[in-house]
């Protein structure tokens, strides 16, 4: 029974030097241990919460600029509108120009021409009173068939001038 009293007293020696010795170191370090598992668990979870603030700070801002994107794009189709607004504004009063420009040179051609017959008109008409003048004066026969082809001339001449101012009237 000694050795049993001794095995057991030693056993207690054992279990207290352990649990003098190496338990609190061991405690110790179990304890660390699980600090630093919490730290780690802390770490992680404000990485995880700032991962997930910085994928929503990234969305905000795809969506802000897709939002910008969107704006210019509007503001560049309206100013295209603008921008062809003006432009056919600009050719219309431009063609409107250079129609009355046309117009301004037919009239001051047609006026040009009116000017221009009248003068070969008053002319003819003086080349003729002078060829009637004389024939008058030469022969009475003469004189009666000079003045008919006179008013003949002046009829067909009367008739190529309406003519004449027709057609300019016309095409002005």
Request: no cysteine; glycine share 2%; net charge negative.
């Amino acid at each position: 029974m000694d050795v049993l009293i001794a095995e057991i007293f030693g056993f207690l020696v054992i279990i207290a030097v352990l649990w003098r010795y190496v338990v609190p170191p061991a405690r110790r370090a179990m304890k660390q241990r699980q600090e630093a598992i919490r730290a780690q668990f802390a770490e992680a979870r404000e990485a995880k919460e700032k991962a997930e603030a910085a994928e929503a700070e990234f969305k905000n801002s795809i969506n802000d600029a897709d939002a910008e994107a969107t704006q210019i794009l509007e503001s560049a189709r309206s100013q295209a509108r603008q921008i062809l607004e003006e432009s056919r504004v600009k050719a219309q009063q431009e063609a409107d120009r250079i129609a009355e420009r046309g117009r301004q040179q037919l009239t001051a051609e047609r006026d040009a021409l009116v000017r221009e017959l009248r003068a070969q008109t008053g002319a003819q008409v003086v080349a003729l009173a002078s060829r009637i003048v004389t024939e008058m004066l030469a022969d009475d026969a003469r004189r009666a068939a000079t003045v008919e082809r006179f008013l003949v001339d002046l009829d067909a001449r009367a008739e190529d001038d309406a003519a004449l101012a027709a057609s300019a009237r016309g095409s002005g």
